[in-house]
């Protein structure tokens, strides 16, 4: 009903009560009054010390409206029928607000140049070197560490740079090396297809990190494959066997004395938006699938023609570790294998688990400070 007009922003009040924010340029972004009054940040109504929200929106009375809106100095004003006035800084209103600022993620395949590798005591002592290691994982899935002690335990100092580990059944930190009597293929020699672990588990672990202890042993070559990237040439493909590993859960599974993880998942699930975002492959944990005939021979098609592509030498990193590499990787997305164990001699692994959300939070805290050139 009203118009002012302040600085470059010109503001509009609609018969509804809908604040209408022009900048120029973009397009107006409209506020409905249950919005505005919800999201009123002042400390009545948010907490002062992390902006949790105060007020409850179930209590708003239906028909809140604003009495009155201005804009001063950078700030639109709004008073409110009970009374209450609120402040809102232009800048943050005018946001897009429901985005991330982390960059997007980055397909990779045998020949890309991946940052790093990253030097352990560099990560330890600078931010820069631990942002930039960081934001790998982020857009690529993955990053080599060098230099960390070649002793048993020491990758808790490397997942306490940026989390925590996730302990699991498996203990805070497993041991892979060839074992006389394994629970699990892991433990034998033989080569092991690219997977993602643990997709038995719900919520599926979001980090893997790989220690290298000990690699006298001959072959056992650690590979790496992009999942998004596997994914996304499946989709050019055969994009019906695309949307049938979208949109198809089938059940995992984990089950030795004392243990029976179950869970169900598609291959590839995607966000809301249908944007992929998470790669669950590991063939020895799938159930046997309980589809009816015509949807098992499709399945198959597209289930066996995703794995094809996940060893396509065009598409596989081959890394020999050394003792004191370590590699952080997306476990949603990256997928890891080894070639055969060719020769006997002590290859000692040791792996932990993490969340992503750790890792991004202290991406984004580190992001932050760089670009206000001050300290974490
Ligand atoms: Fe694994
Ligand atoms: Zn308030």
């Not at 000692?348 to 959300?357: N, P, T």
Request: a negative charge; one cysteine or more.
């Amino acid at each position: 009903v009203g118009v002012s007009a302040a600085s470059a922003v010109r503001v509009r009040v609609d018969a509804g009560g809908t604040v209408e924010l022009d900048a120029g340029g973009a397009p107006a972004r409209r506020l409905i009054p249950l919005w505005l009054r919800e999201n009123c940040p002042c400390p009545e109504c948010a907490h002062p010390g992390g902006g949790q929200r105060i007020v409850d929106v179930t209590e708003l009375p239906d028909d809140v409206r604003p009495a009155a809106v201005s804009v001063e100095g950078g700030e639109l004003a709004v008073e409110w029928g009970d009374g209450h006035r609120s402040r809102y800084p232009l800048a943050d209103l005018l946001a897009s607000d429901v985005g991330d600022d982390l960059p997007p993620a980055e397909l990779w395949d045998a020949a890309t140049v991946l940052p790093g590798p990253f030097a352990a005591a560099a990560l330890a002592a600078d931010t820069a070197q631990l942002r930039a290691c960081l934001e790998s994982v982020h857009r690529f899935g993955c990053a080599l560490v060098h230099g960390a002690p070649a002793r048993a335990g020491a990758l808790e100092d490397v997942v306490a740079l940026f989390g925590h580990v996730r302990e699991t059944n498996y203990g805070r930190l497993f041991d892979v090396r060839a074992q006389a009597d394994p629970a699990n293929l892991a433990y034998t020699g033989r080569a092991l297809g690219p997977h993602t672990d643990n997709p038995y588990r719900d919520p599926t672990p979001g980090l893997q990190l790989l220690h290298c202890i000990s690699a006298d042993a001959g072959g056992g070559e650690t590979t790496l494959v992009d999942g998004f990237a596997v994914a996304e040439l499946l989709e050019r493909a055969d994009p019906d066997g695309y949307r049938l590993l979208a949109g198809t859960e089938i059940g995992f599974r984990y089950h030795a004395p004392g243990v029976d993880l179950r869970s169900r998942f598609p291959v590839l699930r995607l966000d809301a938006g249908g944007v992929l975002a998470e790669v669950r492959w590991n063939t020895r944990s799938c159930r046997p699938f309980g589809f009816e005939p015509g949807l098992a021979e499709a399945y198959y098609r597209a289930y066996r023609g995703f794995g094809r592509l996940t060893a396509d030498p065009l598409l596989v990193r081959r890394l020999a570790l050394r003792p004191g590499d370590v590699i952080v990787m997306d476990n949603l997305r990256v997928l890891h294998g080894r070639t055969e164990i060719s020769a006997p001699g002590d290859r000692h692994l040791q792996g932990c688990y993490a969340d992503r959300d750790g890792l991004r939070s202290r991406l984004r805290t580190l992001r932050r400070a760089e670009h206000e050139g001050g300290h974490p």
